[in-house]
């Protein structure tokens, strides 16, 4: 793909917007239409456009594997630790009433955690199955 | 008016889903899967069901068709002709189809207030919402807040996933890199490159 000059400008120009609209639909989820699946898809739409032009190899300099499988556990151990504080603050599991002392903060401060946590892991799932299957060639 | 735009957008489901079943080149039957999950998504804003549409415009016109040009740069993109005959297939086809509309005859009415679905706890979630969660977005509530259980088990079933695909098949540095990382890989990487 390197021979193509206006795919590169064009990418190159929307892969910048596409992580900050990734990042609105994130944290504007409570808002409007979104939420941490969809905002996760779309961040990692930006770097597998990336990757797309500018191979995998230079992919890889700005979102190494290791950084990757990391955050696979990371997003789910989030979700998973926000429901075990619940516990530890005296809610049940996942109760989010108890993470602050007033319920509707404790709300909003456990869905923007949790959503968070599905992002991280759906970012990073979906960037991971692309390096895999982009990551063989025919003949291996 | 708007039902003019559900006829058409239908229409054009049913035409993509014929075309999909004709076509022998699977890169053609990858971008029409792919224009298939942007109408549907077209169809869910139809329906008001908006982050449903945007989950299926983002994994199921833009991941999803991804990986699947991935998988045909690794197989190919002709697809054989089946040397069996079809009338097997398309009796069950047939069959399930059936079974499935006669199904869809004892549902309740699209779109009726008083439908089942509307009673059982959708009518505490939108009265409550905005007091004890303060979230303008009833569905992220839902998702996030009463049915947070669910959510997570979505999280560890995507986890799951990326475990499985990278059990099976490996995440691999490009070659470039190879060099740098060769001697702590073991002699198979070795004796590929020098192949």
């Avoid at chain 1, 799932?125 to 063989?136: D, P, S």
């Avoid at chain 2, 014929?18 to 080149?25: D, I, K, M, P, Y």
């Avoid at chain 2, 069959?95 to 699209?110: E, N």
């Avoid at chain 2, 079933?157 to 490996?170: K, S, W």
Wanted: charged share 15%; proline share 4%.
């Amino acid at each position: 793909m390197t021979h193509h000059l206006v795919l590169r400008v064009v990418a190159n120009i929307l892969v910048g917007p596409i992580l900050l609209f990734a990042l609105y639909v994130q944290f504007h989820g409570d808002y409007g239409p979104g939420g941490g699946f969809q905002a996760g898809v779309i961040f990692a739409a930006a770097f597998i456009l990336y990757a797309l032009i500018h191979g995998l190899e230079m992919t890889q300099r700005v979102l190494p594997i290791w950084v990757l499988k990391l955050c696979i556990a990371l997003g789910a151990l989030l979700f998973i630790g926000v429901g075990y504080a619940c516990l530890l603050l005296g809610g049940n599991f996942l109760d989010y009433n108890a993470l602050a002392h007033d319920p509707v903060h404790g709300q909003h401060l456990g869905i923007l955690l949790v959503e968070l946590g599905v992002g991280i892991t759906v970012f990073s799932v979906m960037v991971a199955i692309f390096y895999a299957f982009a990551g063989r060639t025919g003949t291996d | 008016m708007a039902a003019i735009v559900d006829y058409a957008v239908l229409a054009f489901l049913a035409v993509t889903a014929v075309a999909l079943l004709h076509f022998r080149n699977l890169f053609a039957v990858v971008m029409l899967a792919s224009i298939y999950s942007l109408l549907s998504a077209a169809l869910f804003v139809r329906l008001d069901a908006v982050d449903v549409a945007f989950t299926e415009a983002a994994v199921g016109a833009g991941i999803s068709t991804i990986l699947m040009l991935g998988s045909l740069a690794l197989v190919g993109s002709k697809e054989e002709r089946p040397r069996h005959t079809p009338i097997i297939p398309l009796l069950v086809v047939a069959v399930t189809g059936a079974a499935l509309i006669y199904g869809t005859l004892d549902m309740p009415p699209f779109g009726r207030a008083d439908n089942p679905v509307h009673q059982h706890v959708a009518p505490r979630y939108i009265q409550e919402t905005p007091e004890k969660i303060d979230v303008p977005n009833v569905v992220t509530a839902v998702l996030a807040s009463y049915r947070g259980y669910d959510t997570m088990g979505e999280v560890i079933v995507i986890f799951t996933a990326a475990i499985g695909v990278v059990l099976l098949l490996g995440i691999r540095q490009p070659r470039g890199e190879k060099e740098s990382r060769s001697n702590e890989k073991g002699p198979t990487r070795g004796g590929k490159a020098s192949e």
